[in-house]
């Protein structure tokens, strides 16, 4: 026989070989123990997995003449021909090209025959979902009530195509996912039993490329094998997987992270210089980010890094959590925006040269955030201040007149911007938003924040991470005022994207629709400060006492304004 690839010669052929499915070794071979075998079943689970693997074993242990307690003992005659396809009585249909009617028929017409050589006849069906809707009706009869010397195996890697009365015929076992670690121990045992030189890294990479799917991994394992002639490293698979060699990727990233605009160009232009594919360059990158980010939180937490994730502590140990965070959401973008883009390259360089420049813009500052309590005691307090203030000054008639200097609480830079008596178009906007101020909308705002943020998240994550900053302060029946105390989450809730996700969640919580408006927090004070002076001295010369009390219980709400009266 001549050169048979390495995931054929190395297929299970007993239970135990089966690799990352106890759950299906175990109830398999305690039905072959029980002489409880069912007479169909249903294998689904992603490729690679050991769907047909698993069936062949179950066709020799059913029809071994010599087990080994319940594992087939591939030596005597059944198993032999079985592990060659000769046997005629296990026969292995492909559903994707045998689809029809007419071969479920003759199928149909076969399975009442009698075994010739073995004791049961076993019809493994592959990829069993692509039969046609008539083929399913006539296996229907013959799979709900077959010849007691008939075992079917049914195949799939999408069960939600099978219709439910075939699956219900079945025993239905599904495949899951196989672990990295319990791949990287299978390739490793067979390199040691090839003679084949695999360092532990380039394991650990096939193991994730391959996903799960463990012929996937042999195969690559194999092709590594070929091109470095039996010797592998890291920047092998690179190499024949399309990817980006370790030193590359290491570069690129510290390139990022300082910001080195010119060098980041460079280097992406010698990947397309070496014919790398956009998409997985970004893919590479983006499993590097994460990478990176499980070595920072686990050396925060205390805890010894993984053998493979030790080349990333010294970046780890660099970055900040927030800048690894932010890249990623930005390459995940790209990444879904490389299906759609006519310029591949320029989308690519756009968002890694977006990544470095962040570095290079001035770091900011960001107040904490502040609790719906804590804005309550603060509002709380300027009140009582600012009441005391125009209670003293009323003390005083003949020294009453209209004030044209800032306030001795607010700063001078502050008051040389703004001076009383001159508004801009904030504070216009604010005061027509004052006048159609509605109390109990805000008080709903503030009850529902904590749900408000976790709509947005479930939303929107990066919108979120801007948002949490931010406190509502104003609101009518149909907008509500933010606040942040940068510049940079002021502005990127304002955009269009960020914009329409908070609204929408608003109108969600709120059950009503809702637009934003978003300040910084010195306009705010601005605006408090000049409104509230210049409406305690107007009314205080016009009209008196009361009517200044009710403009602050109207300003600032009556539940946060308490009276002292000093005899």
């Known amino acids: 026989m001549g050169y048979q690839a390495l995931y054929r010669t190395r297929r299970p052929q007993r239970f135990e070989d089966i690799v990352g499915q106890a759950h299906v070794r175990t109830t398999l071979q305690n039905a072959l123990q029980s002489g409880h075998v069912a007479h169909a079943y249903l294998f689904t689970g992603p490729r690679g997995t050991g769907k047909t693997s698993a069936a062949k074993v179950l066709s020799k242990a059913v029809n071994c003449l010599s087990p080994d307690g319940v594992e ?3 030596q005597c005659q059944a198993c032999r021909t079985i592990m060659d396809g000769s046997n005629v009585d296990v026969e292995e249909i492909d559903a994707a090209s045998n689809r029809g009617v007419d071969e479920i028929r003759t199928l149909r017409e076969k399975v009442n025959y009698a075994p010739t050589s073995l004791q049961r006849k076993v019809y493994i069906i592959d990829e069993v979902h692509m039969l046609t809707s008539e083929a399913f009706n006539a296996l229907l009869k013959t799979l709900e009530e077959p010849p007691q010397h008939a075992l079917f195996v049914l195949a799939t890697t999408e069960p939600h195509k099978i219709p439910g009365t075939i699956a219900s015929r079945c025993q239905r076992f599904d495949f899951r996912r196989i672990e990295p670690s319990a791949m990287v121990e299978r390739m490793h045992s067979i390199a040691s039993e090839e003679g084949w030189e695999v360092s532990e890294e380039a394991l650990w990479q096939l193991a994730d490329i391959a996903d799960g799917g463990l012929r996937d991994a042999l195969s690559l394992l194999e092709q590594c094998v ?23 990727k290491m570069s690129l990233l510290k390139c990022l992270h300082e910001g080195q605009l010119l060098e980041v160009m460079d280097t992406l232009g010698e990947f397309y210089e070496a014919g790398k594919d956009a998409a997985r360059i970004v893919a590479d990158i983006l499993k590097a980010l ?17 053998p493979t994730f030790l080349p ?53 500052s960001v107040a904490p955030v502040k609790t719906m309590d804590a804005v309550k005691k603060t509002n709380e307090a300027a009140i009582q201040a600012r009441a005391s203030s125009v209670g003293a000054a009323g003390a005083g008639s003949a020294e009453r007149k209209v004030s044209t200097s800032a306030p001795s609480d607010v700063p001078a830079h502050r008051s040389a911007r703004a ?8 504070q216009e906007v604010l005061d027509q938003l004052h006048q159609a101020a509605d109390l109990g909308t ?12 976790t709509e947005v998240r479930q939303r929107r994550i990066q919108t979120h991470a801007w948002l949490m900053y931010g406190q509502p302060v104003l609101a009518t029946t149909t907008q509500v005022v933010f606040v942040f105390a940068s510049k ?10 960020e914009r329409s996700t908070i609204e929408a969640a608003l109108e969600e919580v709120l059950g009503q629709p809702m637009s934003i408006l978003a300040l910084l927090q010195v306009d705010w004070d601005d605006w408090s400060t000049s409104s509230a002076s210049a409406t305690s001295t107007s009314l205080e010369d016009r009209h008196g006492g009361e ?18 009266s000093e005899e």
């Open 312 to 364: 990333y502590e010294p970046l780890a140990a660099a970055v900040r959590t927030e800048w690894v965070l932010n890249a990623l959401s930005k390459l995940n973008d790209a990444y879904t925006g490389l299906r759609f883009a006519e310029q591949p390259r320029l989308l690519l360089e756009t968002a890694f040269l977006d990544i470095a420049r962040e570095q290079l813009m001035p770091k900011v």
């Open 226 to 248: 070929a091109y470095g002639q039996a010797h592998v490293d890291a920047n092998v698979v690179a190499m024949v997987v399309g990817g980006i060699q370790p030193a590359k």
């Open 488 to 497: 940079i989450h002021r502005d990127a809730v304002m955009k269009p994207d």
């Open 442 to 453: 805000l008080q709903r705002i503030q009850a529902q924040w904590e749900s408000l943020l």
């Open 547 to 564: 009517e200044w009390i009710h403009a602050v219980e109207t300003l600032f709400g009556k539940d946060l304004v308490e009276y002292s």
């Open 290 to 306: 994460r990478d990176v980010l499980i070595a920072k939180l686990t050396v925060e937490q205390g805890q010894q890094l993984p």
């Open 419 to 426: 001076p009383m008596g001159t508004k801009n178009r904030k």
């Open 72 to 74: 087939p003992c591939n």
